[in-house]
């Protein structure tokens, strides 16, 4: 695969001579897109250059397959002249012969991915409080700078514009609903019931934003206290800026803490986003968007378990959420109404 | 829990097998690794999910059916095949595979939630009390199946299976 990498960089960047790959490594943190990280060095008329990249490669199975990266590609390269931090992406190839997958190539952000999760002690990601809250300030300014993004000048119509924020929660409730179905192995009466819920509860219309759709601790690198980027965009769509909030502080990513995502206080979370001129939050579509997430994760493990048993991968990672679904519908039911979690 | 035991160990030995066993440099750690292998494939054909835990959903998913099939009634024939499938479902003896009754009766009660849900059914003002009843119902069910699963879940690993 080095050599394969070499001889594609060597082909996009100018002039480039003696372009040498090393230290390739193959990163887990994700479940989805395959991310490797390496180092390149050449030498052009400048002199010699060393630079960190990092690739993301569709995976031969997985759970949002079929895989497309070219919009979430197109939509990072629209955003570089705007506040919203993310990884400066360079180029992207179609070519499945080229890496045995699309795939496309940004810069390596240097810092810290915190995890929504407890480590082995029993210590959340972020046991300090005075740089939790640092980060947590960033966390609600950065998804307001994603929701002010003006999508229509920056020519963003292609992933699909609806109406307004009912036919993209129709639309969203729609690519779940086929999600699920893709991921069918057998009766699933929690899913069709949240499914049915979400059909009768759809909020009214509201405005159309940016969303970036995986908007969750997990999903940012940190470095001296600040997120300095935001990952993950192959969710990225355009639609009710509350699915954003809504994903961002589901039970799925907060555990037992009291912070979405272990990092911000639910109200602290909606000032602060506001302050930062975010859209108008509601509560009753920040709840439709939260039994959404339940589902969407659900529907995405459906993927992964499917995908699995078929035997198109033998990640285990895929398998082991055949067990973890009942904690998904836990959240689902929560959600709707239907039991209290402690 | 949508696959069937078998299934999961079979993936579990592919998975150790094709991907960790290949990666392990220590012998002593391979000897250790091919000891479970060996053992899991030998358990395989001798264990079975707890007939409790399949037993406590089947019968809840019962109640649930028997309850609604009057109610069914009530509206005609709308629902009269329906009706009829869950009677059949009900009535036949809940012998043999029992994941594979647990998989019918999901299934029952999943054509249950579409028939209450499904928008050409037109109900009217006087039918709403009698599709609530029916959702209470299926709601009560996935109420105590959740609170039955989550007791059987242990906490996700997240950290460790996302950085090894």
Known sequence: MIDRIAKFLSSKIPGATCLVVTDLKKHTEGFSLETFSFEASWQDKEGEHARRYVIRREPPAGLLEPYDLEPQFRVLQALGDTPVLFPRVLWFEKDPAVLGAPFYVMEWVEGEVPLPALDDSGNPPFPDDSLRLSIARDYSSILAEIHKVDWRSKGLHFLGAPRDARDAAERAVDLWAGYTERGRLGPMPMMTEALFWLRRNLPPGGPVTLVHGDYRTGNFIVREGRIVAFLDWELVHLGDPMEDIGWSVSRIWRGQSPYAGYLVDRADFFRWYQEAGGAELDAERVRFYEVLAGVKMAAIMLTGIKAWHEGRTTDMRMGFFDQQLAGMYAIIAEAMGLVEMP | ?164
């Open chain 2, 1 to 164: 829990m949508l696959l069937p035991l078998p299934r999961l160990l079979q993936g579990i030995i592919d998975t150790l097998e094709r991907q960790v066993a290949v990666a392990l440099e220590a012998g002593s750690a391979r000897a250790q690794l091919y000891a479970c292998l060996d053992l899991i494939n030998n358990l395989a054909d001798k264990i079975d999910w707890k007939r409790e835990m399949l037993e406590a959903e089947t019968s809840s998913i019962e109640e649930v059916l028997r309850a609604s099939v009057p109610l069914l009634e009530s509206f005609g024939p709308r629902f009269a095949a329906l009706g009829r499938k869950l009677d059949e479902t009900l009535e036949s003896p809940p012998e043999g595979d029992l994941f594979e009754r647990r998989r019918r009766l999901n299934q029952d009660l999943e054509d249950l939630i579409a028939a209450v849900n499904d928008p050409a059914a037109a109900f009217d003002p006087s039918e709403d009390r009698l599709v609530d009843q029916i959702r209470q119902q299926i709601h009560g069910h996935l109420r105590n199946q959740t609170i039955r699963d989550a007791l059987y879940l242990k906490p996700m690993m997240l950290k460790k299976i996302s950085q090894g």
